[in-house]
C-alpha cells in the first residue's frame, strides 16, 4: 500500500514569490492535513480537509492556503513568501478528521527554503 | 491557547532498561492522544494511540493515559540503540477542531 506523496522534496524559492506543494493521501484516506516543522516551534497544525471541505484551520496568515480535490489530493499554497517560511511541511492522511480517527500517517515532507 | 508540554531532554537510558516518556495537556475535554517517533532528517511516524484511561500495550511499547492528571506517557521496554530518535506527543484538543496539537518532543538516547 502506497504511503503518503508529497511533491516537490526540496523548492528554494525567493521572498514575494508563491509556491505550490502537493500531497496524495493513502489510498481511501478522505482526510488531509498540513503542518509546519521549525526547529523553534516545532510541529504547528495548518490546516484539515475532508471530503474537499476545509474543517479546521491553525492559527497562521492567510498568505498560506490550502484545497482539497474529489481524488482526496490536497495542495498548499503559500503566497508572497516571507524568510520565516522556510521550514519542513508535511501532509497527513488519515480516514476520518478530528476526533473521528485512528492516527494521521504522514508524506516525507517538502523542505522549503526562502531566501 | 491549548498546549502540550514535553520535557526536551535528551533521555539518556542504558541498551535493555526501560525508557520512559512523559506528557501533559492543558485542554481538560481532548479525546484523542498519539506518540510518533522522528528519526533525524524523517517524517514522524505514529506508534500508539489511545483514547481511554489506562494501559494500552503494543509490543515493546506502552501507552498510559490519565484524563483527570491530563498526563498521557509512553513506555519502551528492552529499549534498542534503534529507539534512540524524538517522541512526539500529540493531542487532539476537545471538539477536534484544531488538528494535532504536538508537543516540541523528547529527545531519547539509548546507550548501548
Known amino acids: 500500500k502506497a504511503g503518503v506523496t508529497q511533491t516537490p522534496r526540496y523548492l528554494i524559492k525567493t521572498r514575494g514569490q508563491q509556491v505550490t506543494l502537493s500531497c496524495s493521501p493513502i489510498?481511501?484516506?478522505?482526510?488531509v492535513s498540513w503542518y509546519q516543522q521549525t526547529p523553534g516551534q516545532g510541529l504547528q497544525f495548518l490546516f484539515e480537509?475532508?471530503?474537499?471541505?476545509?474543517?479546521n484551520k491553525g492559527n497562521f496568515p492567510g498568505r498560506f492556503s490550502g484545497r482539497q480535490f474529489s481524488n482526496s489530493r490536497s495542495e498548499m499554497n503559500v503566497s508572497t513568501l516571507e524568510l520565516g517560511d522556510s521550514a519542513l511541511y508535511l501532509c497527513a492522511s488519515s480516514t476520518g478528521h478530528g476526533n473521528q480517527n485512528y492516527g494521521y500517517t504522514f508524506g516525507s515532507g517538502t523542505r522549503l527554503t526562502v531566501v | 491557547q491549548k498546549e502540550v508540554e514535553q520535557n526536551s531532554g535528551p533521555l539518556s537510558v542504558p541498551e535493555g532498561a526501560i525508557a520512559s516518556l512523559n506528557c501533559t495537556y492543558s485542554?481538560?475535554?481532548?479525546?484523542?492522544f498519539f506518540w510518533y517517533r522522528q528519526y533525524s532528517g524523517k517524517s514522524p511516524e505514529l506508534i500508539m494511540s489511545i483514547y481511554s484511561n489506562g494501559d494500552k500495550e503494543d509490543g515493546r511499547f506502552t501507552a498510559q493515559l490519565n484524563k483527570a492528571s491530563q498526563y498521557v506517557s509512553l513506555l519502551i521496554r528492552d529499549s534498542q540503540p534503534s529507539d534512540s530518535a524524538t517522541y512526539l506527543c500529540?493531542?487532539?484538543?476537545?471538539?477536534?477542531?484544531?488538528?494535532?496539537?504536538f508537543g516540541k518532543g523528547t529527545h531519547l538516547i539509548i546507550q548501548p
Open positions: 489510498s481511501g484516506h478522505r482526510s
Open positions: 500529540a493531542v487532539i484538543p476537545g471538539g477536534g477542531a484544531d488538528g494535532l496539537t
Open positions: 485542554d481538560r475535554v481532548s479525546q484523542s
Open positions: 480537509y475532508f471530503s474537499e471541505t476545509q474543517r
